[in-house]
């Protein structure tokens, strides 16, 4: 049974730093990219990065490119969100999601085969 369990959301301050954590089991860790979405009240879960299976290629997106960063440590089954300069726009629920390598799109949702239940974080204006 896979279970994707996400850490590390809370409330901060706008500029704060966050680091959310998803720690993985029940799968082969190393075969899937990783990817973090979110979705705030209202709207659409957006793609927010991706990091390849092995940890040498990353995708963010736009609105927080230069300000989060996606990694992942193999040995640990486990992939970070490192978040920066936070704003009141990324409040949001936070989710980690699995997508089988041989899917190549990975900035989309659809790609996924295995989602965790989300963590939230506030952002303080």
């Known amino acids: 049974q896979v279970q994707l369990v996400e850490s590390g959301g809370g409330l901060v301050q706008a500029g704060g730093s966050l680091t959310l954590s998803c720690a993985a089991s029940?799968?082969?860790?190393?075969?899937?990219?990783m990817g973090w979405f979110r979705q705030a009240p209202g709207k659409e879960r957006e793609f927010v990065a991706v990091?390849?299976?092995?940890?040498?290629?990353?995708e963010t997106a736009d609105s927080v490119k230069g300000r989060f960063t996606i990694s992942r440590d193999n040995a640990k089954n486990t992939v970070f969100l490192q978040m920066n300069s936070l704003k009141p726009e990324d409040a949001a629920r936070y989710y980690c999601?699995?997508?089988?390598?041989?899917?190549?799109?990975?900035?989309?949702?659809?790609?996924?085969?295995?989602w965790g239940q989300g963590t939230q974080v506030t952002v303080s204006s």
């Open positions: 990091v390849s299976w092995s940890g040498s290629s990353t």
């Open positions: 029940g799968l082969a860790f190393n075969i899937y990219n």
């Open positions: 999601a699995a997508a089988p390598t041989y899917k190549r799109t990975t900035n989309t949702a659809r790609a996924y085969d295995f």
